[in-house]
């Protein structure tokens, strides 16, 4: 169905933005896992902003009228994978039923990259 891709700086993360930045990005089941170090926090923040990205270009649309920040959300499975979630609302509205997500995330220092597989 799509394929989506994204990478970040981890600087544009750092701790003077994020309490704005976390809550117009994160859901409130994402808030709750935020990491306390400020290292992994930014890396947590930048990581769901990624895989927020990628899903939006999997979907050929972007962030805006048809997805919002709030309408995915990353958690991770119980293997420790992270798991995309998208509202029931905006699946409908990409024809998105039945599909499986599958996202990959990885860090460097500096750089933190996502990718998204939407499949039927």
């Known amino acids: 169905m799509g394929i ?3 990478i970040v700086e981890v600087s544009r993360f750092g701790s003077e933005a994020h309490p704005r930045l976390e809550e117009r990005i994160l859901t409130p089941g994402e808030r709750g896992r935020v990491p306390v170090s400020e290292r992994r926090r930014r890396e947590y923040v930048a990581g769901r902003f990624a895989v927020k ?3 939006a270009k999997a979907a050929g649309c972007g962030i805006g009228k048809t997805v919002g920040w709030q309408d995915i959300e990353v958690l991770t499975d119980r293997a420790g994978r992270p798991a995309v979630t998208i509202s029931p609302e905006v699946l409908a509205l990409l024809g998105w039923e039945d599909v499986s997500i599958h996202c ?3 860090h460097s220092q500096r750089l933190v990259a996502a990718q998204v597989i939407v499949e039927r």
């Open 104 to 106: 990959s995330i990885t």
């Open 53 to 55: 990205e990628a899903t």
């Open 4 to 6: 989506g891709l994204d």
